[in-house]
């Protein structure tokens, strides 16, 4: 789920970027991602003081020297030599998906050629010697035309800031890298462990590294197995068509296979997987010769071809082409590779394995067409197999002979399976929104999960990916021709799902262009499920597209796609969401506000609550550039409240601190209807991230300013919320009353809104747990069909709530099977309406339930996940259940640690009034303490789960002590406490505890 902060729109950059401007984009320059190399030269200040001016100039002119040497030789391009510091950009004017490791190999390279420089001129006896230190970081930058005072280029933007600091922080002779520019390419240097660096004029820490050294790999699959390769899932056509051609070369055919896909779609993945495959099944009767090109600094020509030649070298029995294959000069290097080869096929079947041959340099490319063409004359028994990220400038380009393997992005089960690997305890909905935003590719889904692991949270809006990762993809775009790269930012203006209509009104261009085909092709745009729509292949690219168009051009993008779309839906009210996103995004803040208010209500009246709860976030967001008055205060606060009717299902921490804002608005209008109803949302909210005794002091202020002001309509709200906080807090004998006056109130009114049955529904909900929890499971049951009955399966958020409750009635019942059903249903209503609470407590009910069934092994992980995904929103109602569970299966389990954790985890809760696990955790503990001999501990934790029945009025829980207290047989009262028990058990029709007290 994407975590914003009620001050943050729909996107991080608007408040951020200017609102004002309308220069046009020429006049500030071009948006580019960089990756900047920021470094100085050691003690300058010291050595200024006892060298010689002569002699220091001549220093300062070895050094840049040095940088004019070696920065180009890497890539990068000097934007400014200041004194004795060096600023380089890596990425213009084009950008490549390894700048980062340019740059860090360029700083490795100048820090080892400052080593070796020795200053002219007579030296202090404790001078070490000349060093520099340097700092690494990428980020988007605005690059204007330099002069003579701002240096070749003027870059604004934090980025060189944050690299400056980086600099600054290093000690003499220290590189350090941000993590943000290197990414997975880290993984081809040395470095110290992950630094979190609070950097002066930053707020928030960054992650970042001291390189130390060149690490020994060459690709970038080698750097992912050294930082741990992600699940290989699905591919099983493709490894079907892989095995299927090994067979016929076995049988003696020449082929040659080409794998195409998209940079970190899986290429190599699959390859390492087949050769696997062949190595371990074919034994001796293939072999395998490996090789990759590169475009890196040390590709060489032949490349792959002469790294296959090395693995020869000790070959056993090797023939006499091998000899010459080593020893030939460069000219005739290629011809005897090809004879070597030959020879070999001529011997027994062979696999040539090169990998992204994108990148093979001409002489490799025609040896491998030499390659095939001979082998298929004397019907040598040999597969070519290269991998290749498609090419649109080049369309019959290094593979075009090959028969192609398209690799697909993965489908959604295998991205699902993937993202549970990696991140096994994730947030269903994080790992959801990992999945649309990677698109299925795996390198994208590794990042992700990468940085969700690190942050313990989900995808932050405005922030798509790492700079690294954008590079790969700003890589792409740059190799497009003009008119593909201009339409597909223009796309990306317009969102991750582009109606064709509006495509074609801002550009020309249909759904059959030419160009909008070929961005298909390129992975880039491609058909969406709805009709006449296009979606971005994946989110990650459509983000980072977005973010390296320049400001002016997309606000003016922007506004005219507000046009288009007034023009388009104007008085039918159906295009909200978009007005409000692109108004926002143009810095028209009043009809942001007001588009995204429509839409936020509309999303609230279909019961899209997670949709309401973004718009109504959004348009709060606007308000804030709206000149500050009464007015524009009382709407903040009107529009906090809705947000509160929105969040009720789902409410996390930020909720609260928007209604608590909208509290001390509301209380400085003085207002006591407006305090009166802020006080109310906030009760609510406050209840449903479990904290009932602050919530049931906001709902006795709101009833007293609801009396104060006369609000009837609240006043008969507010016994129903009274009731569910007192039940809440297991105060059922001041919940029993309100909650009847509420439902006598809400039957009334039920026929004239649907807002008024939901209130009654929920309120029949709590009166039959409070009465299930007291052991009376007819009437429960009776209370929970007439709650259900108005929603009759229809997928309401409320529909989820009421399941929850009754699966839970059901476990104490002892039903499994039914309970089991019911928590299901609850899961799958709150997966579909985003409520994170009642999808997780549904998950835990059902694991729980079938681990009192059938002792399913999952159940314990099940409701450990289930509380995982809840911790981060900071609530806790009713979590004693998931704590009470999991302290029972751990406890039978014998795991006593983990088990004496959640019975604390349960009591801790008990202090929040929250005691619905508290007897369940004091039975736990019981158990352990009789497995561990100590009777007298265990009699009094029994005790302790008595009162902690007593004090719910609970028949349930004092039935299912006795029947511990029996199987414990703790003293000779078992017999008795047994009878007790299973008298209860028939009496209240607990079947599944009746049995398990009949097998004693």
């Not at 009759?792 to 839970?808: C, L, M, N």
Request: proline share 4%.
């Amino acid at each position: 789920m994407l975590r914003a902060d009620w001050r943050t729109g729909y996107d991080a950059r608007v408040a951020t970027e200017s609102s004002s401007s309308t220069a046009p984009a020429a006049a500030v320059g071009q948006r580019r991602l960089l990756t900047l190399l920021f470094v100085d030269l050691s003690g300058s200040t010291a050595m200024a003081e006892w060298m010689e001016a002569e002699h220091y100039a001549t220093m300062l002119a070895s050094l840049r020297e040095l940088y004019e040497l070696i920065v180009p030789h890497h890539g990068g391009v000097i934007a400014r030599i200041q004194g004795d510091g060096m600023l380089a950009v890596f990425g213009h004017p084009e950008v490549r998906e390894d700048d980062g490791r340019r740059a860090t190999d360029a700083a490795l390279e100048l820090h080892a050629a400052v080593r070796s420089l020795v200053p002219p001129g007579p030296k202090p006896a404790d001078f070490r010697g000349l060093t520099l230190h340097s700092g690494i970081h990428a980020g988007v930058v605005l690059v204007n035309d330099g002069d003579q005072m701002r240096g070749r280029f003027e870059l604004l933007g934090n980025a060189p800031n944050i690299a400056a600091r980086l600099s600054e922080t290093a000690k003499a002779d220290e590189i350090i890298a941000s993590e943000d520019s290197l990414g997975l390419q880290r993984q081809f240097f040395e470095t110290g462990p992950r630094l979190s660096l609070q950097l002066r004029g930053r707020a928030t820490p960054l992650a970042a590294y001291r390189v130390i050294g060149r690490a020994a790999i060459g690709r970038r699959f080698d750097a992912s197995v050294r930082r741990g390769l992600a699940p290989f899932v699905g591919r099983g056509d493709q490894l079907a068509a892989l095995d299927a051609a090994l067979a016929r070369t076995l049988a003696g055919r020449t082929q040659w296979l080409g794998l195409r896909a998209g940079a970190g779609v899986g290429k190599t993945r699959l390859t390492e997987e087949f050769l696997r495959h062949v190595a371990h099944e074919s034994g001796q009767a293939c072999r395998i010769h490996r090789g990759y090109c590169e475009s890196y600094l040390s590709a060489e020509p032949l490349q792959p071809f002469l790294q296959m030649l090395r693995a020869l070298e000790g070959m056993a029995d090797p023939p006499a082409e091998l000899f010459a294959a080593l020893q030939s000069p460069p000219a005739q290097r290629a011809d005897a590779l090809l004879a070597l080869l030959l020879a070999l096929a001529r011997r027994s079947p062979q696999l040539v394995c090169i990998d992204d041959l994108q990148w093979a340099d001409d002489a490799s490319l025609r040896l491998l067409h030499r390659l095939r063409s001979a082998a298929e004359r004397e019907r040598l028994p040999l597969l070519l197999l290269t991998a290749s990220r498609p090419q649109p400038s080049l369309p019959g380009a290094n593979d075009g002979d090959a028969d192609i393997i398209e690799l697909p992005p993965l489908n959604e089960f295998e991205a699902a399976r993937a993202v549970h690997h990696l991140l096994p305890q994730i947030d269903p909905f994080i790992a959801t929104e990992v999945q649309r935003h990677a698109g299925g590719n795996p390198l994208f889904i590794e990042e992700l999960c990468h940085a969700a692991a690190e942050t313990g949270e989900g995808l932050v809006e405005g922030q798509s990916s790492s700079a690294w990762l954008a590079a790969l993809v700003e890589s792409r775009v740059g190799r497009l021709p003009p008119a593909q790269a201009q339409l597909v930012r223009l796309a990306a203006v317009i969102g991750n799902v582009i109606p064709v209509w509006l495509l074609e009104a801002l550009s020309g261009c249909g759904e059959h262009h030419p160009d909008v085909r070929a961005l298909a092709s390129q992975d880039f745009i491609f058909p969406d499920q709805s009709p006449g729509h296009l979606r971005f292949k994946h989110g990650i690219t459509r983000d980072v597209v977005y973010e390296a168009t320049g400001l002016h051009q997309r606000q003016a993008l922007h506004r005219r796609i507000s046009a288009e779309l007034t023009q388009r839906g104007a008085g039918e009210g159906r295009l909200h969401e978009q007005l409000a996103y692109h108004g926002a995004a143009a810095n028209d803040w009043p009809a942001a506000a007001d588009h995204a208010e429509a839409a936020g209500d509309q999303a609230l009246a279909a019961s899209a609550l997670d949709r309401a709860k973004k718009q109504f976030r959004a348009a709060l967001a606007a308000l804030e550039f709206l000149p500050d008055d009464a007015t524009r205060r009382r709407r903040w606060v009107n529009i906090a409240q809705r947000l509160g009717m929105a969040c009720v299902f789902d409410a996390s921490q930020d909720d609260l601190r928007v209604l608590k804002h909208a509290a001390a608005l509301a209380q400085a209008d003085g207002d006591a209807g407006l305090i009166a109803r802020t006080e109310y949302w906030l009760a609510y909210v406050g209840y449903a991230l479990g904290e009932t005794r602050d919530s049931l002091a906001h709902a006795h202020a709101a009833v007293d300013k609801a009396q104060q002001c006369g609000d009837h309509a609240l006043l008969a709200q507010l016994p129903g919320t009274v009731g569910q906080l007192q039940a809440a807090a297991a105060n059922y004998a001041e919940a029993l009353p309100m909650l009847d006056l509420a439902i006598d109130r809400q039957r009334q009114r039920a026929s004239k809104s649907p807002a008024n049955q939901i209130g009654l529904s929920y309120s029949l909900c709590c009166r039959a747990y409070v009465l299930g929890d007291q052991g009376r499971f007819g009437q429960a049951h009776a209370i929970f069909a007439e709650a259900l009955a108005p929603f009759d399966g229809s997928g309401h958020a409320v529909e989820a709530s009421i399941q929850g409750w009754r699966a839970a009635v059901l476990l104490w019942q002892g039903r499994w099977a039914e309970a089991r059903t019911a928590a299901l249903v609850a899961h799958r209503v709150g997966a579909q309406v985003r409520s994170m609470f009642t999808c997780a407590m549904g998950h835990a009910a059902a694991a729980y339930g079938a681990w009192m069934e059938e002792a399913d092994p999952a159940a314990r992980q099940h409701i450990l996940d289930a509380t995982a995904w809840l911790a981060p929103r900071g609530g806790g109602l009713y979590s004693s259940f998931n704590h009470g569970w999991l302290a029972d299966i751990l406890s039978t389990q014998g795991d006593a640690g983990a088990a004496r954790h959640h019975v604390a985890q349960a009591l801790r809760r008990g202090r929040q009034h929250d005691w619905i696990g508290g007897a369940m955790a004091y039975r736990a503990a019981a158990r352990l303490a009789a497995r561990m001999g100590d009777a007298d501990r265990a009699r009094r934790y029994l005790a302790l789960a008595r009162g902690a029945g007593e004090q719910r009025n609970s028949a349930h829980e004092a039935a299912v002590t006795a029947l511990l207290e029996a199987e414990l047989r703790l003293d000779d009262g078992w017999r008795a406490a047994l009878e007790r028990a299973s008298a209860e058990f028939e009496r209240m029709g607990m079947a599944g505890f009746l049995q398990r007290a009949r097998s004693l």
